[in-house]
């Protein structure tokens, strides 16, 4: 079972307490009627699929709150966590 | 006494006899054996029939690895437990055990035949035998399969046992209470850390306690060993026998689980049977030391052949001889001691047999010394003797060649293959594994948990070589932590250290096809069938263990994995390192259903919740169902109703009169806040911004992809506060996407939402006169129509207590939802019970409200709609708000394939004969085109009693809004119903009766 930061709480959880809510910093668009039909299934279906370091978003039922993670899709192992609305971390000094 | 014990020898008791039968007959061992020990004690071998070709078997090994002692035990009802390993199972007074796969009897089995049809079973043969012909497969092949698949008998009844789960948190865990395992504990534990240290046997010392001779420190191991344990119990190293670590899993957890009760002579009371134990540790040390690996040739099966460890620890650790006239057959050094043991202990040794040329001179010496012969460079060709060995024929082999034959009589061959070590855990990490072309072995090598691998498992081998490196793994352990230790020092006297050589099958003079040269022993795998599938085309060695299931039996080829990459690697004419290893998986060995489950079982499997008033539903006689986590009244049948009468009457009653229904289950949260309609604007596709204090509406929420997720009536209670409704089910799904939008695409939205679900208790009043039972309770609001209208909300206060009374309805009459806090729940119903008798109040449960909603072809999401269904396909676009300029999903509605034509819409079916439909049934337009039919839709909601007098039913068809009055067919295995398409409201379309 991993173990998991809630940066809100700032606390290491086990993976008990959280769930999993999908690829991170895909922002609805702001006038989604503006989009062509290939932009909005675009931002609808088509995902990252990363092989190794994936941006996602996590929440912690604990405290409901949703927050974002870089894990590594290979190891299954958590680089960052870091709050929703913050931009994708340097993961050079994470793993530092 | 036993024939092959010898007295005062061992760890046992010999004052302490243990009554146990075998079979049905009585035997006598001692407290401290295992069924195995004891059974060898009395001369038994035989204690098993093996799984493919009910071949006679015994034990092994004497360890957890064992594939063919398997038996059944049992203490009561409900205790029996199949597949134990005799080799495991400790004895205990009275304990009734039996063997395996036989029939009539173990000495003589009707199922042997098998073995005589061997070529008929070789690798494969389940995807080649049974192919034809097709008319063999009903009566012929499939219960010979059944009758043949699995191994024992499962138990029948209901375990009455309890099994318990606990968490664990420590900084070191010790896996493995060997010699390495302790000597890292002990480093690690004197440096001041918290140390946790485990066996899955029955006491501490692993190896040891199989070999007294060695002397550690000055002092016999047995000595050693036992101030050693004191030792670390005085340092507060928490210390489980009988405790198996299963899984090695992310973070360092790994699950223990903990046998507490099988070998207690009586059971305590209320005394849980296992514990399994999630750990997290800091640092792992695996110290599960080596595997003993079998020699693959003719006849290695039979009883009475056994693993060479095996026979010194049953002599060492339990004082029996496993025979009087002992052959030994090896690849490997470490099989001269127990030769040398044995030997000592008074059995005749007939032959030290070693496939290798160059043997050691210390020991070939040690063998002159006891006059034992020994035949250097030879191989093994066959065995006999019907229930037990009799004889081994040996040949030598001398420049690849086989030379002639000679037959040296024997009651027992010892053999080893070498070791492999137990690295089981450390896969589970998904660990890497270097092949070590020396040893033949495949070792530990990139680590991806913080985790040390000590002694044997890692190929180190002798009593010193473990010590020093389990006492380097307990400091790197806790160095790690930043504790530091110096470093300890062990004097080893008498140490037996040893090197081999590993092998493929053994060089044979006869024909190799013919030989029963086994590799798996639990599902009777053969160095034959690994070759067999190599030349049918099986080039992973992950294909060829699923076309030999080598590997695939429960004891997950602890023995058979390196043999049959041997094997396999020769067939294919590669290294073995280029073939690899196939996965290992927890859990390490068969565990039980019940530990797995722990607590989670009856009734606390899954929350059951229960509203204010199950508890007057429960003593009215209600029948329930689960919806959700919910249990809900489902019909509240009278005496001599059935539940199609009960039904019947409560609609009725309703239609008529009025009816009284818990909705308390409804999901509701409370969206609050400056920005609240705002919100509700974007989340629900209706427009809220109108909505009048003191006003409801039914609010259809999407998902972004335009299909239904849920729906509920929405009431506004102030400027700034919505009371939402969700359906039973959705509650805790729509309050997650409302915070997800919330807090990640529009944080700038001031709104808080709250779920209140369980704060409310929801009691619906419906019928004609449901207004004259609801009005004497009600203070400050004037129900009558022209204040209080249909789709209106209010606070006020219903039998002295404060609610929110909605007027609205889900069955199309004149209907209220009153909404009191949920402790007040059971008074305010059983108020309006009181006031309802003058009108023959009638309380009526889930299905009623099925019917009647359908009536009125009100949707239920998630049955009418199946999360492919827009607002469109539903019928619902009126619940549109087209002159927003966004809400979820909106855009997803223009979408190319959601505005296409022949998509599956709502409508509703009526059968010519008025038969009842069955929901999920499948609908064709021509019932005479030929099969496959085209399906162009299925029912969703069907009920035969209601207010109608004719069943009813909706569905999805394909274009079925544009087919109005048409006859679609729904075959069905009694013959094709025919129906006719039609609007979904089938009572009171004009909706007259809510204006009420
Ligand atoms: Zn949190």
Redesign the pocket.
Known sequence: MLLIN??????T?PEL?FAYAGEAHIDRPADPSALTDEEWRDFLFIRTNARGTHFERWR?I????F?NAARDTVSDRFLTTYKAGQPRPDLKEAAE | MNRYRIPGRGRVDHDAPVSFTFDGKSYQGLRGDTVASALLANGVHLMGRSFKYHRPRGAVTAGSEEPNALIGTSRGPGRFEPNTRATMQELRQGLVTESQNKWPRLSFDIGAVNDRAYMLFSAGFYYKTFMWPRSFWDKVYEPFIRAAAGLGKSPSEEDPDTYASRYLHTDVLVVGAGPAGIAAAHSAALAGARVVLVDENSEMGGSILSDPSVRVDKAGSWTWLASRLAELRALGVRMMTRTTAIGYYHQNMVALCERLTDHLDDLPQDAPRERMWRVRAQQVILAQGALEKPLVFDGNDRPGVMLAGAAQTYLNRYGVRVGDNVAVLTSHDSAWYAAFDLADAGSRIAAIIDTRDDLRADLANAAATRGIRVLKGHTATGTKGRLRIASVRVNPVAGGRVGKPAKIACDALLMSGGWTPSLHLFSHTKGSLAWDADSKTFLPDHKTEACQIAGAGRGLWGYEAALVDGNAAGMAAVKAMGLTISEGRFEVEGDRPGTGSSQKELPTDRSAGKAKAFVDFQNDVTAKDLRLAVREGMRSIEHVKRYTTNGMATDQGKMSNINGLMIAADALGKEPPQVGLTTFRPPYTPTSFGAFAGYMRGETFQLTRKTPIDGWAEAHGAAFEPVAQWRRAWYFPQPGEDMHAAVARECRATRASVGIFDASTLGKIEVAGPDAVEFMNRMYTNPWTKLGIGRCRYGLLLGEDGFIRDDGVIGRMSPDLFHVTTTTGGAARVLNMMEDYLQTEWPDLNVWLTSTTEQWATIALNGPNARKVLEPLVDGLDLSGAAFPHMSVAECSVAGLPARLFRLSFTGELGFEINVPARHGLTLWNALMESGKAYDICPYGTETMHVLRAEKGYIIVGQDTDGTVTPQDAGLTWAIGKKKPDFVGKRSLERPDLVTSGRKQLVGLLTEDGSKLEEGAQIVLDPNQPKPMKMVGHVTSSYDCGTLGYPIAMAVIEGGHDRMGETVHIPMPGGIQRAKITSTVFYDPDGERLKA
């Open positions: 809630c940066p809100y709480c700032e606390e959880l307490e912690h604990g405290c409901g709150r927050f």
